[in-house]
Each structure stands twice: as C-alpha cells, then as structure tokens.
C-alpha cells in the first residue's frame, strides 16, 4: 500500500486548505482512512478518519466544526477540507490507513499504513 498525500502549504489565521490522500494497492475489504498531525515537538494528534463506505466520520475535538474528512473510493482519494485555519493547526499532516477498521478511530496506533506527510503552515 502506498498513500502520497498532496495540497499542503502555507495558508493565513481564517483561510481554509484542502489536502488530499492518493492510495494506491489498496486490496482490503474494508478500511479505515486517517488524517493524523505531528507538530514540532509535540506528539502525534489524531485529526479525522472516515470509514472505506464514507459514511462515518470521526474528528478530533480541536477540529471539529472546521475540519472535514471525505473518500472518493473511485479515484482512491481520501481528503481533508480544512476550514477557519488557526496557527495552532500548523503541523505535519499525516494520512494513513488502518486494515482493521477500528472505531473509534482516534488511536493513531491503530494505523499501519502511513504517508510521507504534507506540511501545512498557518500564519497568523
């Protein structure tokens, strides 16, 4: 399995970004896809997930309101629409996939496929 996730940058306190998950090699019934975040010296923080079918969806409490989690299952796309962005969403964001489909999803260790990670910068 390989997830290459795209669509980071640097963005203003306010404006809102959209990064997406491309996966490839995906052979597996059912999944969970994740979007977790690693700031600077600081652990690992479980941002969405949403289920293989799309119908749930999982937040982390930081983000939710703001943040929205969807999959394209015909175009093997998992994104992440980020609204109302605060300096304290700066981070690295990670997609990944958990084979288990675990719920409640929030358990970063539950993932065992990770991308390399998009740096997502909010400025105030």
């Known amino acids: 399995v390989q997830l290459v996730e795209s669509g980071g940058g640097l963005a203003q306190a306010g404006d809102s970004l959209r990064i997406s998950c491309a996966a490839s090699?995906?052979?597996?019934?059912?999944?969970?896809m994740g979007w977790i975040r690693q700031a600077p010296g600081k652990e690992r923080e479980f941002v969405a997930a949403?289920?293989?079918?799309?119908?749930?969806?999982e937040y982390g409490d930081s983000v939710k309101g703001r943040f929205f989690i969807s999959i394209d299952n015909a175009k093997n796309t998992v994104y992440l629409r980020m609204n109302s962005l605060k300096p304290e969403d700066t981070a690295v964001y990670y997609c990944?996939?958990?084979?288990?489909?675990?719920?409640?999803?929030?358990?970063?260790?539950?993932?065992?496929?990770w991308g390399q990670g998009t740096q997502v910068t909010v400025s105030s």
């Open positions: 990944a996939a958990d084979f288990a489909a675990r719920l409640p999803a929030e358990n970063t260790e539950g993932y065992s496929a």
């Open positions: 090699g995906l052979s597996f019934s059912r999944y969970n």
């Open positions: 949403v289920s293989w079918t799309g119908d749930i969806t």
